[in-house]
């Protein structure tokens, strides 16, 4: 176990840092001039020029790659042209639209997200994996035909549709849920809860689909292995049979699915939160993609891609204590 873990680590250490390359110049490479990007349109080639050399694009680019890595574990000073600035690690860079650094603008925006992405996981997680045990309960009857389709017509309709006819049944004519404004947990859990809900629930109706497919099919297939016809053949009931060894098989695809989304929910629900009004990492990106803030683009999508890989290593490490065969893969 000793040794999985740590190629484990290993691997993922080399995927960021094989990611933060990958960003790096796609980002600050390959859109051209980047002192006229963070300067604006109406700068004058003096002041490009000066934010040129603020910024150290005169380097060679593998030294300005290794200034972004040094930043990143041992902060950096930036010139502001009246001074010096010191953004501290894990250094991102500084927003060309406020002067606030990256790191300090996700980290204020990151509680919001991380609200919606966990109460949303949990819901959909309990939606996806109980649907699919329940149709592989009732397979072969009604009740797993009508499971299928709910499950397919969720696939298929996108979040910001279901979202919008929430907030038309439950906000504007039932009146039983307000339109979400974001509380802090700290402020007020009561209140917190309360208005992610209609988030949580509009997120888990569409991802709750692919779980309860893949739970299903999964099971399916563990049920038809030689070792479940010798217990039905010893008189072991169809409930334990369904509970303890169907389901335990089908947690492994579950758990690796499940780390790529709660990875990705981190790094902003984007149209949900855009829908709801929720000030989450996800806004946060919309905006600065519409203002070119590179840094932010740029600090966002490796936290992201950090999410990812941290959730992946955490869902491997869970695969390995629920099968002892993924330890030897």
Not at 53 to 79: I, K, M, T
């Amino acid at each position: 176990m000793t040794w999985f873990l740590l190629r484990r680590l290993g691997g993922a250490l080399f995927v960021l840092l094989a990611l933060s390359l990958v960003v790096y110049a796609a980002f600050y490479v390959a859109p051209g001039n980047v002192a006229q990007i963070a300067c604006g349109p109406r700068c004058s080639p003096a002041q490009v020029a000066q934010v040129s050399e603020q910024l150290r694009l005169d380097d060679p680019v593998y030294v300005q790659y290794a200034h972004f890595l040094q930043s990143l574990v041992a902060g950096r000073d930036y010139s502001t042209g009246t001074g010096v600035v010191h953004c501290q690690a894990p250094c991102l860079g500084l927003s060309y639209q406020s002067g606030q650094q990256v790191t300090q603008l996700i980290v204020a925006k990151l509680p919001a997200t991380a609200s919606l992405a966990v109460g949303a996981f949990v819901l959909w997680m309990v939606l996806g994996v109980g649907t699919g045990v329940l149709s592989v309960w009732r397979r072969g009857r009604a009740t797993e035909r009508l499971l299928t389709g709910i499950t397919l017509a969720g696939m298929a309709t996108p979040v910001f549709v279901i979202g919008l006819l929430l907030i038309i049944i439950c906000v504007t004519a039932l009146r039983i849920l307000p339109f979400p404004d974001y509380v802090p947990f700290t402020e007020d859990p009561e209140q917190w809860a309360w208005n992610l809900l209609l988030p949580w629930i509009s997120l888990a109706l569409v991802s709750a689909a692919p779980y309860a497919r893949m739970t299903r099919a999964s099971m399916l297939e563990t049920l038809a292995e030689d070792h479940v016809r010798t217990f039905r053949a010893y008189g072991v009931s169809e409930r334990v049979i369904v509970a303890r060894h169907a389901l335990r098989g089908a947690l492994a695809p579950v758990i690796a699915l499940g780390a790529l989304d709660i990875g990705s929910m981190f790094g902003g629900a984007v149209l949900t939160e855009s829908l709801f009004g929720i000030p989450g990492v996800g806004r946060e990106l919309v905006a600065a993609v519409r203002n070119v803030d590179l840094p932010v683009v740029v600090g966002l999508v490796l936290v992201t891609g950090f999410f990812v890989v941290l959730a992946n290593a955490v869902a491997d490490i869970l695969q390995a204590m629920a099968d002892r065969r993924v330890v030897l893969s």
